[in-house]
């Protein structure tokens, strides 16, 4: 191999090693195996999931039988319908949470709402910044160790 190859061999193993994790977005398909439909407990559904900025909601249903709409807290109450032209309708709509605070949505669909029950309420959180716990004796013997081995084993590659 030519040192180049070595170097940057190198160079990806210190990458994987060494750089932190990072949280994932999460995606929520919202009911799960129901999809968006009527006569569901979303208030159920959302009890045991926390919603972080950068999580995507993922609202599946058949097109033309539902849709959503984003509202705010009043029309979530009243399942008053906004503008036709604000309506989600793909039948498989994202929606990626951009900020946090109280996010509410509705069918739109007759009294789907109103009637039916058809609403989601969630709460999304921001990303916490706050610095992981410091990992113990152990743990940092442990990584101490493996990037030495990582090191001399690239070290006797390069050879």
Not at 39 to 62: E, H, I, R, S
Not at 117 to 133: E, F, H, T, W, Y
Not at 141 to 154: D, E, L, P, Q, R
């Amino acid at each position: 191999m030519t040192t180049f190859t070595h170097i940057v061999l190198v160079l990806a193993i210190s990458v994987v090693v060494l750089l932190p994790s990072t949280t994932m977005a999460a995606e929520y398909v919202v009911g799960d195996d129901s999809g968006w439909t009527i006569n569901y407990d979303y208030q159920v559904w959302t009890k045991d999931k926390v919603f972080y900025v950068g999580d995507k909601l993922v609202f599946k249903y058949p097109v033309n039988v539902h849709n959503v709409y984003k509202v705010n807290a009043s029309s979530f109450v009243t399942c008053t319908v906004p503008p036709p032209s604000t309506a989600l309708t793909s039948g498989n709509d994202v929606v990626t949470l951009v900020a946090p605070g109280k996010k509410w949505y509705i069918c739109g669909v007759e009294k789907h709402c109103v009637d039916f029950n058809q609403k989601l309420v969630i709460d999304v959180q921001q990303v916490s910044m706050a610095p992981a716990p410091a990992p113990s004796s152990a743990t940092k013997f442990g990584s101490k160790t493996f990037i030495m081995i990582i090191f001399v084993f690239a070290m006797m590659v390069m050879v």
